[in-house]
């Protein structure tokens, strides 16, 4: 199987699908201003012919060293964001975004432009990720350098996808995503698979390594 590693951005763009709302419930998050998530992004792709040549444009080469989330401000439901993206040549991007955690308040079906899923503190199994059409599946502990945390839980499979994702629940953070996308050449009948991940790698809300 022929591998290469680099960063895919684009799962900024790809996991932020709404959902309606889904109860009256009070929906809070669980950050506060200054809070911030630095993360690793990369992807790695598989082809099912050996020594395949696979065209990767630019935008999702490996030039991205780490990205950061800071929270600027949180009101009611919402919370503002700085992503900065960090690249390997020492030059750098920031852009500002606003997620509000609360189902109540999305669009159904309406895509955002960027950024990575968030969700409201201390959901349980059977709550919707507002920004995400997934439902959680259950809640495990992770040992982190400083002890457990309480984690929330996804995954979903489907006939060229699946995937696994957790958030912090006391933040309502991402920590981890593992997304595979599986593509046909119609015409070579070449199976490519596409695995997009993202994980925590620094943050002031706890020691993670």
């Known amino acids: 199987m022929n591998k290469m590693r680099l960063i895919y951005l684009p799962i900024l763009l790809l996991l932020l699908t709404s959902i309606n709302a889904t109860s009256s419930r009070t929906f809070t998050p669980g950050v506060t201003e200054g809070d911030y998530f630095t993360y690793e992004m990369y992807g790695i792709y598989t082809s099912s ?13 490996n030039n991205t060293d780490w990205t950061q989330i800071k929270i600027t401000a949180v009101a009611g439901s919402t919370i503002e964001q700085t992503y900065t993206l960090y690249f390997k040549n020492d030059s ?15 669009e159904p079906f309406k895509i955002s432009e960027k950024g990575v899923p968030v969700c409201a503190a201390n959901l349980n199994p059977g709550d919707k990720i507002p920004t ?78």
């Not at 750098?92 to 999305?106: A, S």
């Not at 991402?174 to 993202?198: A, M, S």
């Open 132 to 209: 995400v059409k997934i439902t959680l599946k259950d809640t495990v502990n992770r040992v982190y350098f400083d002890g457990k945390r309480e984690l929330t839980h996804a995954c979903w499979s489907q006939t060229d996808e699946q995937g696994d994702i957790y958030f912090d629940r006391e933040t309502g953070m991402l920590v981890e995503l593992e997304r595979t996308h599986q593509f046909i050449n119609p015409y070579t009948g070449n199976l490519i698979e596409k695995t997009d991940v993202i994980e925590l790698i620094d943050t002031n809300r706890w020691q993670v390594r």
């Open 49 to 61: 012919i050996p020594n395949t040549t696979i065209i990767i444009p630019e935008f999702e080469k």
């Open 92 to 106: 750098g991007y920031q852009f500002d975004f606003e997620t509000d955690v609360n189902p109540q308040n999305q």
